[in-house]
């Protein structure tokens, strides 16, 4: 009924930049916010950043300064932009939104890999 799709992911050098979408599609009556996690091999998954219906975001230490999300509410599309990135930011990137449907909860996406290499 609702599906999120990520895209954008990739191998990039440190300190490049990569910029992720995710769209949400379906049967949807509100999203109340999304936002971002990630899972590095071995470890647990973990926040990224989130955002709300309002605008209002939320972005984890580890990132702070170096990625910014964003959304429009319009295209129930959210963002992540990714600069200065290092080794330490790969990971298995994941969508997640808090949606009003058939099923009012949270909807995850497949996942979109980042690799930061030389």
């Known amino acids: 009924q609702v599906q999120l799709v990520e895209s954008g992911g990739g191998l990039v050098q440190p300190g490049g930049s990569l910029r992720l979408s995710c769209v949400a599609s379906?049967?949807?009556?509100?999203?109340?916010?999304m936002g971002w996690y990630r899972q590095a091999p071995g470890k647990q998954r973990e926040l990224v950043a989130t955002i709300t219906s309002g605008g209002g975001t939320n972005h984890a230490d580890s990132v702070k300064g170096r990625f910014t999300i964003s959304g429009d509410n319009a295209k129930n599309t959210v963002y992540l932009q990714m600069n200065s990135l290092k080794p330490e930011d790969t990971a298995v990137y994941y969508c997640d939104a808090q949606i009003q449907s058939a099923y009012t909860g949270h909807y995850w996406g497949q996942g979109t890999q980042v690799t930061v290499a030389s």
């Open positions: 379906g049967r949807i009556i509100k999203i109340n916010a």
